[in-house]
């Protein structure tokens, strides 16, 4: 009897292994991936993010690594027009982005100094202070370290994020200590994977960031042709940064009532300042 009843069971799992491994069924889900909305190499470890979904597709995903799978692509498909339908990735291509990087000037050679305890509380009390700020007007796509990237619709909201975050961490003490915001920003087509941004655009907004000394906020010139004239925009003369191309160059911005050196009244400048000062 168990043999009997076992051998419908055996051959039902057997065709089931056989029509998940069909290879014109997965070609005929390959073909539908590339034609519905969304993201149709979306399962892969860029294009999945830290939501729900992204971690639902990173479990799908290593099925592929044993043999094709028909149920992981309907899996996968589901959650591609998911996303496209909830507007994760339903972005013109042609529609320009802001790209802010901020950090903390000289932090790591201060963690050094300070230790890790310090280190730690501030970086919660300039993460409390700055977040907020960058949110009102755009998204955080990721923190680093002492630093964050978002995306922001308009240069405009770019860098009143980066002023008003700039001046709020100057306001800060720990411990003792004074903090330096630094920030960059550069208008692109940034490439949007998962819950993330990749491309060459930004990669000119972290290497603008590098340029930033203590306490400043440059911008690319291509960003700086979408400001309006809220905003004072001094030429900045220093090398342009490693990585950035030669038809782009960086600019001071900051508030009009800034004093005419570009600088805020009372704050030291020049290369003798580490960013960090008691």
């Known amino acids: ?33 590339a034609w519905l909305p ?37 899996g996968l498909t589901a959650l591609q027009v998911w996303q496209a339908h909830a507007g994760v990735d339903e972005r013109p291509s042609d529609e320009h982005l802001a790209v802010l990087f901020t950090d903390l000037a000289g932090f790591s050679d201060w963690t050094l100094e300070v230790g890790d305890d310090v280190a730690v509380r501030a970086l919660r009390r300039v993460g409390a202070e700055v977040e907020p700020l960058v949110r009102r007007r755009g998204r955080v796509v990721k923190r680093l370290g002492d630093g964050l990237m978002a995306v922001l619709p308009t240069a405009e909201d770019a860098v009143e994020a980066a002023l008003a975050a700039r001046d709020a961490v100057e306001g800060l003490e720990v411990d003792g200590h004074h903090l330096h915001l630094r920030a960059g920003v550069h208008v692109g087509r940034p490439q949007q994977l998962g819950g993330d941004y990749y491309g060459r655009d930004v990669n000119i907004a972290a290497r603008i960031t590098d340029v930033a000394g203590p306490g400043e906020v440059c911008v690319s010139s291509t960003a700086r042709a979408h400001l309006d004239g809220r905003f004072a925009v001094r030429a900045r003369p220093s090398p342009r940064g490693k990585g950035v191309p030669p038809d782009i160059t960086p600019w001071w911005v900051d508030h009009p009532s800034r004093d005419a050196a570009g600088s805020p009244a009372g704050r030291p400048t020049g290369p003798a300042v580490r960013g960090w000062r008691r």
Not at 41 to 50: H, K, V
Request: hydrophobic share 40%; no cysteine; net charge positive.
């Open 1 to 33: 009897m168990i043999g009997r009843h076992g051998d419908p069971v055996r051959r039902r799992f057997r065709l089931a292994d056989r029509l998940d491994s069909d290879p014109r069924l997965l070609a005929a889900l390959e073909w539908a991936r």
């Open 38 to 74: 969304g993201d149709s190499g979306y399962g892969d470890p860029l294009s999945t993010g830290d939501d729900a979904v992204g971690r639902l597709a990173a479990q799908l995903a290593p099925l592929a690594a044993t043999r094709p799978s028909v149920l992981r692509e309907l």
